[in-house]
């Protein structure tokens, strides 16, 4: 049973992934838009394309924090003792991201809007940074049963390319998303502006990720053992032509599935790095057997998240197939009738 609630773990922490993270991965797009008149018409279809979707995603955070301290609640100490600041920081960033996104759209004044864009956009691109850095301190072995938090372990060489990973996939995703949405949405010069992002970002995921190889040879050295043999590198060969293919469906504009193929570059990824890792939960120091807890949590865990899934999970499915179809699209100011106020564009 703990074997499969570690597994179940991997799982919905690619699910995080796999939505773009934080913000449907668009806002790294937000803040290269440019200035407010460069920028608007890209930004107009980001608010467009996330409003439906943009809280949804963090039921995958809510799972994964259930299932670390109620399956593991010995990880869950020492990660959360261990690496409390850039947890800290990155949940600062998901209020202020949700904050920024949430006031940007009905505050009138131009100044204003800048100032909430921007806080929406930065703390999107920090958010997964830190979150990633989490996963490379965890993955470099820093962290054990009663390690004190310290700089070095998320302030080290494979933390900051975790980091940066996982900043990349989000801006890949959200390219790939934006593409789909431009043309749903009919913005067909858009479709090329996020298309060539989506390579950009690509070929910036092929970059991070061979630097990262010899990266985690001296730093991560038994992940890198993982990744580099096995079913781990399988799964990491596999994510690089399900890239390679969504910007191939994507060129033929097949969206649907450059939307599956991006996602399956990400889940295929998250997997490697779990079967990279196994049997550890923490390496080289504690597997999963030895941070399971109680067997009767466990068992009321895998039937509570049986449950959840049973109830949620058609619901998830359900408002993604909704936005997809352009079934969630928000009311505009026409919509609405909203008159313009004096000072607007101030």
């Known amino acids: 049973m703990a074997d499969v609630i570690a597994w179940l773990l991997v799982v919905v922490i690619a ?23 460069r ?33 593991f609640p010995v990880v869950f100490q020492a990660v959360f003792e261990a690496l409390w600041l850039p947890l800290v920081l990155a949940a600062v960033g998901q209020v202020l991201r949700g904050a920024g996104f949430a006031l940007r759209k009905p505050t009138r004044r131009l100044a204003q809007r ?3 864009g921007a806080v929406f956009a930065i703390s999107s691109l920090l958010t997964p940074f830190f979150l990633g850095a989490v996963l490379g301190g965890v993955a470099s072995g820093r962290v054990a049963v009663g390690t004190e938090a310290s700089a070095d372990a998320w302030a080290n060489p494979t933390s900051l390319m975790a980091g940066l990973l996982a900043v ?25 502006y996020f298309r060539l992002r989506a390579s950009i970002a690509f070929a910036a995921l092929v970059v991070l990720a061979l630097v990262a190889l010899p990266v985690t040879r001296d730093d991560a050295h038994y992940v890198w053992n993982g990744l580099t043999g096995g079913v781990g590198l399988l799964c990491s060969i596999l ?34 790095w779990g079967l990279a890792q196994r049997p550890y939960l923490l390496p080289t120091t504690l597997t999963v057997s030895d941070a399971a807890g109680a067997a009767h ?9 049986l449950v959840a899934v049973v109830l949620v999970g058609p619901a998830l499915v359900l408002v993604y197939r909704l ?14 009738s909203a008159a313009e106020l004096p000072g607007d564009n101030l």
């Open 15 to 37: 699910a995080y992934a796999c939505a773009g993270g934080t913000d449907y991965g668009a806002g790294f797009w937000d803040l290269l838009a440019g200035g407010a008149e």
């Open 39 to 71: 920028g608007r018409r890209p930004r107009r279809l980001i608010d467009h394309a996330m409003a439906p979707v943009w809280e949804v995603n963090n039921v995958w955070l809510i799972f994964i924090l259930i299932i670390m301290w109620t399956g």
């Open 114 to 116: 800048r100032v909430y």
């Open 168 to 192: 990349a996939s989000t801006a890949f995703l959200g390219a790939v998303f934006l593409s789909s949405d431009a043309r749903r949405f009919g913005a067909e010069d858009l479709v090329g």
């Open 239 to 272: 994510s690089g032509v399900c890239g390679l293919a969504a910007l191939l469906f994507l060129a033929r504009r097949l969206f649907g599935w450059s939307r599956y193929s991006a996602v399956a570059t990400v889940a295929l990824a998250v997997l490697a």
């Open 297 to 305: 949590s466990l068992r009321w865990l895998g039937i509570v998240t």
């Open 323 to 336: 936005d997809t179809k352009g079934r969630l699209e928000p009311l505009t100011d026409s919509d609405t």
